[in-house]
């Protein structure tokens, strides 16, 4: 039981560019959730999911594009790089909703766009 | 909106020394409450919730956190500091209420706890 896996630890990509960090839970959870995490500030919901198919935005969502195909994976798409998405990215899953029950947290998505 | 404080952004104590991390809270009921713990390059882990009964909760590693109605806090605690809890902290609050979206789960800005030997 992996849990929560996010791919990859860490990326540099350059202004302008686009890439998709991907998340991945093995407890059959229908919540999933992504969070960025900047220096001195909490988490802050970008996005989440309430089971294949249906996503929401969260917080912040601009500049960010996610998509549920499947239980398991929940990726997060950055179309066009800025240096203000320079942050460290987590996801999260939960069987019931999270205001209301225990997330489960990957490692991290350091990202870092000059 | 639901807000969460915690005024301290850094705090240092001997290992073996007591402590108690603090967080307030804005929000028209009680809420759901809790504690996340963040090790270096680690993501979230749960400390310990509150939802409602008992005042004091107890969560792993031997933190507790009592929730306080008249001030609006809920503060974490741990009687004997050990060097391995060096850590970020995290408090966090959810409605109760149900607002139609998944979460709405908001974190404060966090507490890092350094341990001296």
């Known amino acids: 039981n992996a849990g929560v896996t996010q791919t990859p630890k860490f990326r540099i990509l350059k202004i302008g560019q686009s890439m998709t960090l991907q998340c991945t839970q093995d407890m059959n959870h229908n919540y999933m959730y992504w969070y960025r995490q900047d220096p001195g500030m909490g988490l802050k919901l970008i996005y989440y999911s309430v089971g294949a198919g249906i996503t929401d935005k969260g917080e912040v969502p601009n500049g960010y594009n996610v998509s549920r195909s499947t239980t398991e994976d929940f990726p997060l798409r950055l179309e066009l790089a800025a240096p203000s998405q320079t942050s460290v990215y987590f996801c999260?899953?939960?069987?019931?909703?999270?205001?209301?029950?225990?997330?489960?947290f990957g490692p991290g998505t350091r990202l870092l766009v000059l | 909106a639901q807000s969460v404080t915690q005024p301290d952004i850094h705090i240092t104590v001997s290992e073996g020394a007591s402590l108690e991390l603090r967080c307030n809270y804005s929000?028209?009921?009680?809420?759901?409450l809790f504690w996340y713990v963040q090790s270096p390059g680690q993501g979230l882990q749960l400390l310990l919730k509150?939802?409602?009964?008992?005042?004091l909760v107890q969560g792993i590693k031997g933190f507790e956190a009592e929730f306080k109605r008249s001030q609006s806090s809920f503060n974490l605690r741990k009687p004997s500091v050990h060097w391995s809890d060096a850590a970020e902290y995290f408090c966090?609050?959810?409605?109760?209420?149900?607002?139609?979206?998944?979460?709405?789960?908001?974190f404060g800005t966090g507490t890092r706890l350094q341990v001296t030997l």
């Open positions: 999260a899953s939960s069987y019931r909703p999270a205001r209301q029950e225990t997330q489960y």
């Open positions: 966090a609050v959810g409605p109760i209420i149900n607002t139609g979206t998944a979460s709405k789960l908001t």
């Open positions: 929000y028209g009921a009680t809420p759901y």
């Open positions: 509150y939802f409602s009964g008992d005042t």
